[in-house]
């Protein structure tokens, strides 16, 4: 029989190692200079600053290709010093010996969610020869996983949002009618949904001093009332049948006709009106719900 002491050792020793032992995989964009962005991927394992693993260039795409990758980690300034040195496989057509090794120096930036490796690296041909140089940025897979999660969570939001405004818009969404002109003899009948009338009334062109005398089933509502070029809102319930609203003029201001703006808002409909009277004379709106 073993004995027990030396196998609870040897289960340490193993916790001890792979304690030592950091796996990380990240992914980014390589910005070539002068040259369109690539997706870059890299897997390493790092122990006491010595980093192994593999990377991946354009993943997903037609040149993809994952190469081993070696370098070192610096723990007090938290800088990776990595560098390609074979191809592993390739969907590339290109010759082996033309292929570009990257060389990198990263560097940890930002805090929390926003922590990233930022860096420039080199290209290299296997003769030792520069063929590309730019900048390069690096992300935790699972830290930015959890950030394109959010931000796909937040985009679905904005999105539902927008869907429940737009919904929130036809709903209120009002038709307008053409503009009537009515003048001394010429009423207006409208079929009513709702049982509330809303009356705005002003003045469209200069304010001239024009006044009116506005009644709903004769009862007086406004008197000697002076139109302006800002709109006043009147709110009236209507009773069952029809409901008479009777605009007058009471002077004719300095350019006749006495013209007013009016708009009469239904629940679902709002039907503008200018009104265009000699003085002392009206013209009626019937309402029938």
């Known amino acids: 029989m073993k004995n027990p002491l030396f196998f609870i050792f040897t289960l340490f020793s193993c916790w001890i190692y792979s ?12 910005s070539v200079k002068n040259g ?31 190469s081993d990758i070696s370098g070192i980690f610096n723990r007090n300034t938290k800088t990776y010093k990595l560098k390609e040195t074979q191809v592993l496989s390739t969907k590339s057509e290109a010759d082996l010996n033309i292929f570009c090794y990257i060389n990198m120096t990263v560097k940890e930036k930002g805090k929390f ?8 690296f080199v290209g290299l041909f296997t003769n030792g ?17 959890k950030i394109t999660k959010k931000l796909e969570k937040e985009k679905q939001e904005v999105k539902q949002k927008i869907k429940n405004t737009d919904s929130k818009i036809k709903k209120t969404k009002k038709e307008v009618l053409s ?3 009515l003048k001394e003899g010429e009423d207006m009948y409208i079929q009513w949904n709702s049982d509330i009338i809303t009356i705005y009334i002003w003045d469209a062109n200069t304010e001239d001093g024009d006044k009116i005398n506005l009644s709903i089933n004769d ?5 000697d009332y002076i139109t302006r070029k800002k709109r006043k809102k009147v709110k009236h319930i209507l009773k069952t049948g029809e409901n008479k609203i009777k605009i007058e003029a009471i002077n004719v201001g300095e350019n006749p006709p006495n013209t007013s703006r009016i708009e009469l808002v239904d629940s679902k409909t709002k039907y503008p009106v200018i009104t265009q009277l000699e003085q002392g004379k009206s013209t009626i709106i019937t309402i029938v719900r």
């Open 129 to 145: 020869d520069t063929c590309a140089y730019g900048d390069i940025v690096l992300m935790e897979k699972e830290r930015l996983e």
């Open 19 to 30: 304690q030592n032992i950091q796996e990380k995989s990240f992914s980014g964009i390589i």
């Open 113 to 120: 969610q926003l922590k990233r490796y930022e860096g420039t």
């Open 179 to 181: 503009t009537k002109v």
């Open 219 to 223: 009862k007086t509502i406004l008197s």
């Open 36 to 66: 369109n962005p690539i997706a870059y991927e890299i897997n390493i394992f790092e122990e006491k600053g010595i980093v192994n693993g593999f990377s991946i260039t354009d993943k997903g795409g037609k040149n993809e290709t994952k």
